[in-house]
């Protein structure tokens, strides 16, 4: 049988960064994890139409910071930024620290994001369009931006069928195996009438991109040969 990795997990620390950024001793850390985790699920769960790719979430001893990426920010900003000052009162609520500060950040390119696209694909299934034309678009779509490689995979009851079955379409080239490569997932599941259908997004971007300045690399650290010692 295959061994299934997920590609962000397999790349942390070469061109990846955790999604949690902190430090805890292990008397907290599952406190702390599981305050992350409700987090998360409050701001998608109120905010869900605003296109959320992420959420990183970043602590120091006494505050929080949480950072959306979101291709539709306004939605979270408000007029007058009065949805951000909502959002930092239920992270408030939610985490055990004093300070607590949001920032939004947009996504220029939804139809090159792997989470965006899943969650777009499952949108359409939910309102009863075919599978395969929902899929053949968004791959198409992310072709024309300049993505090396597009691979969907959808499994569960498609088009209401009464046995559940998986289809696949890819097209350019997704190295899952090399390390280096720049391999963007995302997972979301639509409820349709006739039952969860699973989402899976693989897109491989070019080597330029915001995630690999923030990546943890070994080689960074390591002093170069002319440096003084």
């Keep these: 049988m295959g061994q299934k990795v997920n590609p962000i997990g397999f790349r942390i620390a070469i061109n990846k960064n955790w999604d949690s950024r902190w430090f805890a001793k292990k008397a907290i850390f599952?406190?702390?994890?599981?305050?992350?985790?409700?987090?998360?699920?409050?701001?998608?769960?109120?905010?869900?139409?605003?296109?959320?790719?992420?959420?990183?979430?970043?602590?120091?001893?006494?505050?929080?910071?949480?950072?959306?990426?979101?291709?539709?920010p306004g939605i979270l900003i408000g007029r007058k930024g009065?949805?951000?000052?909502?959002?930092?009162k239920i992270v408030a609520k939610l985490v055990s620290c004093r300070d607590v500060l949001v920032d939004v950040k947009e996504v220029r390119n939804a139809e090159t994001n792997a989470q965006l696209v899943c969650e777009s694909i499952a949108m359409q299934l939910e309102r009863r369009i075919g599978f395969r034309r929902a899929?053949?678009?968004?791959?198409?779509?992310?072709?024309?931006?300049?993505?090396?490689?597009?691979?969907?995979?959808?499994?569960?009851r498609l088009g209401g069928a009464e046995l559940a079955r998986v289809e696949q379409y890819k097209d350019g080239k997704i190295p899952l195996?090399?390390?280096k490569a720049n391999i963007d997932y995302g997972f979301h599941e639509a409820e349709t009438?006739?039952?969860?259908?699973?989402?899976?997004?693989w897109i491989c971007h070019k080597e330029s991109f915001e995630e690999m300045n923030n990546a943890i690399n070994a080689k960074k650290g390591k002093a170069q040969k002319s440096s003084a010692r």
């Design 177 to 179: 195996h090399t390390l």
């Design 30 to 72: 599952g406190d702390w994890l599981h305050e992350d985790l409700k987090v998360r699920t409050r701001i998608k769960k109120d905010f869900g139409s605003a296109a959320i790719a992420k959420i990183l979430i970043e602590r120091s001893t006494n505050s929080v910071r949480v950072t959306i990426y979101s291709a539709r």
């Design 135 to 156: 899929m053949k678009k968004a791959i198409l779509t992310a072709m024309d931006m300049g993505v090396e490689g597009i691979k969907i995979r959808c499994a569960g």
């Design 82 to 88: 009065s949805e951000l000052e909502k959002i930092r």
């Design 193 to 201: 009438t006739a039952g969860k259908i699973g989402i899976k997004v």
